[in-house]
């Protein structure tokens, strides 16, 4: 008996940014390609892996939205999560083998003195179970084949660490930590060197991102929702390309100089100097792209292109 072959699915121009609160166990990039199917769309991306093990916010970015992701890489994050006290494993989280364990005699004094020590600029090493490529590999693919790669530690800012005694899930000695950091900080990495800093080790036992840039989890939806949704539904969690853009300082340009700006023509006007702007079109308020503002000239950035535009206008 012959089976008919699955129908391919009539992929469909998509613009907009999906907040989705990323479940346990899916890769980034798996849940993008299962959100790309149910949404149809030709073309997205996301905007920085998040572990397997990890869940929370991950924008999805789809259309001419992929243009702007890169503004959501460089984003601070905020996570909430778990340090399991005591315990080191060789992934620094709870998918790895234990390597270490040793007595834990930790104080709230001791919490608040180490809080202090990893706030504001701290020195990380990239840890080898990471996406972080040496000579074209990912530093994981050598970690899984036990090889052991040099790393150059890299600066980050811990803008906000609080810190408090608990326990975890299973019911052992842990720290629940609520962080706000900058692009390319491992919580992993922060939670193995605090846990270093108190003298017992530690790992991550649970890790969650509420924020990153403007978007915040309660803004998300999950996987289950959106898989039970109607298409008109999904379409309609879509939150638009400028968006992204929230920080930008808005210029506004009449249909001539609009047009002139769309073809990469550098404009004047009575802006200020400004290095992140977000420009639009008079008519209809349409986004045309980025740029920066230097001694009153508006410089092209990042600009869509006149079928996102037209796509974008007709979705509205």
């Known amino acids: 008996m012959t089976t008919a072959p699955r129908a391919r699915v009539a992929r469909r121009p998509v613009h907009g940014v999906l907040l989705l609160d990323k479940p346990l166990g899916w890769s980034s990039n798996d849940i993008l ?3 790309k199917w149910l949404l149809r769309a030709e073309k ?76 504001g600029p701290i020195s990380q090493l990239p840890p080898m179970h990471s996406a972080l490529k040496k000579d074209g590999k990912a530093l994981y693919e050598y ?67 509420v924020a990153t840039g403007a978007y915040h989890v309660a803004q998300c939806v999950t996987l289950a929702d959106l898989e039970a949704m109607s298409e008109p539904e999904r379409l309609a969690c879509l939150l638009p390309v400028s968006s992204l853009l929230a920080d930008h300082t808005v210029v506004t340009l009449d249909d001539d100089n609009a047009a002139r700006f769309s073809n990469g023509l550098r404009r004047r006007g009575p802006w200020p100097d400004a290095s992140k702007v977000a420009v639009y079109a008079e008519k209809g308020q349409v986004l045309l792209g980025t740029a920066q503002v230097v001694a009153g000239e508006l410089i092209p950035g990042r600009l869509l292109s006149p079928t996102d535009i037209e796509q974008m206008t007709q979705a509205i």
Do not use: N, W
């Not at 494993?89 to 040793?102: C, M």
């Not at 975890?168 to 605090?194: F, H, M, N, P």
């Open 33 to 35: 390609q299962k959100v």
């Open 44 to 119: 997205a991306g996301h905007t920085g892996t998040l572990d397997p093990l990890a869940s929370g916010v991950l924008p999805l970015c789809f259309g001419a939205a992929t243009k702007f992701s890169q503004l959501q890489l460089d984003a601070d994050k905020s996570y909430q999560a778990v340090m399991c006290l005591g315990v080191k494993t060789s992934t620094a989280d709870a998918e790895g083998d234990v390597i270490e364990t040793r007595p834990v005699s930790v104080s709230a004094q001791d919490v608040a003195r180490v809080a202090v020590q990893f706030t």
């Open 143 to 209: 970690a899984r084949a036990g090889v052991d790669v040099e790393r150059t530690p890299r600066a980050v800012t811990i803008h906000q660490l609080a810190m408090a005694l608990g326990l975890d899930s299973q019911g052992r000695q842990a720290i629940d930590l609520d962080v706000t950091c900058s692009k390319g900080t491992y919580i992993r990495t922060l939670g193995e060197d605090i846990g270093e800093a108190l003298g017992c080790g530690a790992h991550l036992s649970a890790l969650r991102r």
